[in-house]
C-alpha cells in the first residue's frame, strides 16, 4: 500500500492507495472542475495527481456522466450530478412548486415545457414536461445549456446587471447561423426586458425553437426562466407572440404559488 499526496484547502493530505483513496481521488478531481471546464494539464495541477491517474479518473467519471468532455474547454461536471442535484433539492422547492404549473403549460401549449436556473457556466434544467406530440423536443432534467443563446438564454442575460451583461453579450458566439451576437444580441436583450419574455428559432441548435419568461422575486431579481420549446415547424417568431402570454402566466402562477410579492 502506498500513499499519495493531495493538495486541498488545508494544504496537502495523504490518499492511500485503497478503495477509498480511489474515492478520494476522484473527488478531487471533481474538486478541480466544480467551477468551470478544466483542461487534463489544469486538473493535473488543480490535484497532483499524475498525467496519466487524472486522465484514467476522468474517463471512468466521463463513463458515468459525472463529468463531461467539451471540446476546446476541457471537463465540466456531468449531467449526472446536475440530475442529483435537482432531485435531491428540500421541499417545498422550486422545482415542486412549479411542476404543476409546467404540466399545465405543456398542456395548454401542447409543446414540451422546462424550467432552468441560473449555474456557474450556463443554465441547468431542473424541471421539464414533455410535449404529446409525436414531433417534439425534449430536455432531459440536469441538462446544462449556454446562457448565451436559445430564449430562456436571452432571459438570463436580458436581468443580468451591468456589466456582467456586457460580458455575457462579449462571450456569445454563433451555435447556428441564427444566433444573434454583438449589437444584435444588445438590442434583442433590451426588447426582452421591456416585453417580459424571449423567443428563439433555430438560434442554439437547429430545428429548435422555444418561449422563455423570467420568473422574479419579490425584489424583481431573476430566480428561474420558464420555457416551452419545440419544433421550428411550429415555434416560429411569429407564432411565439401566441405563445408568450401563456409562458409568462405560468411564471406568474409559479411566483404567487411562492408567495412572491412585488411591491
Known amino acids: 500500500m502506498w500513499n499519495m499526496k493531495v ?10 492507495d485503497t478503495a477509498t483513496g480511489v474515492l478520494d481521488r476522484s473527488i478531487a478531481v471533481l474538486d478541480a472542475v466544480q467551477h468551470g471546464a ?43 450530478l446536475l440530475q442529483i442535484a435537482a432531485a435531491s433539492l428540500p421541499e417545498p422547492s422550486l422545482r415542486a412548486v412549479a411542476h ?19 449555474t456557474i457556466e450556463g443554465r ?14 425534449f430536455v432531459r432534467v440536469g441538462t446544462e445549456l449556454p446562457v448565451t443563446a436559445g430564449s430562456a438564454g436571452k432571459v438570463f442575460m436580458a436581468w443580468t446587471p451591468e456589466p456582467a451583461r456586457s460580458d455575457l453579450v462579449s462571450l456569445a458566439r454563433g451555435y ?13 436583450l433590451a426588447a426582452v426586458r421591456k416585453r417580459g419574455w424571449a423567443s428563439s428559432a433555430g438560434e442554439r441548435e437547429e430545428g429548435v425553437g422555444s418561449v422563455s419568461a423570467p420568473l422574479l422575486g419579490s425584489q ?36 404567487h404559488a411562492l408567495g412572491m410579492v412585488r411591491s
Do not use: F, N, W
Open 7 to 16: 493538495p486541498d484547502a488545508h494544504g496537502t493530505r495523504d490518499i492511500p
Open 38 to 80: 478544466r483542461t487534463l494539464a489544469q486538473v493535473v495541477e488543480a490535484t497532483g495527481l499524475p498525467r496519466t491517474t487524472a486522465h484514467r479518473l476522468l474517463g471512468a467519471l466521463a463513463r458515468h456522466d459525472l463529468v463531461e468532455h467539451v471540446g476546446g474547454r476541457g471537463y465540466l461536471l456531468g449531467p449526472r
Open 100 to 118: 404543476p404549473a409546467l404540466e399545465r403549460l405543456a398542456g395548454t401549449t401542447a409543446e414540451s415545457s422546462q424550467l432552468y436556473v441560473r
Open 124 to 137: 441547468v434544467c431542473i424541471d421539464a414536461v414533455e410535449s404529446s406530440k409525436e414531433l417534439r423536443t
Open 176 to 188: 447556428t447561423t441564427s444566433t444573434p451576437t454583438g449589437e444584435r444580441l444588445r438590442r434583442q
Open 220 to 255: 424583481g431579481e431573476l430566480l428561474a426562466a420558464v420555457s416551452i420549446s419545440g419544433p421550428t415547424t411550429r415555434l416560429t417568431r411569429v407564432a411565439a407572440k401566441r405563445y408568450a402570454p401563456a409562458v409568462m402566466a405560468a411564471a406568474r402562477e409559479i411566483e
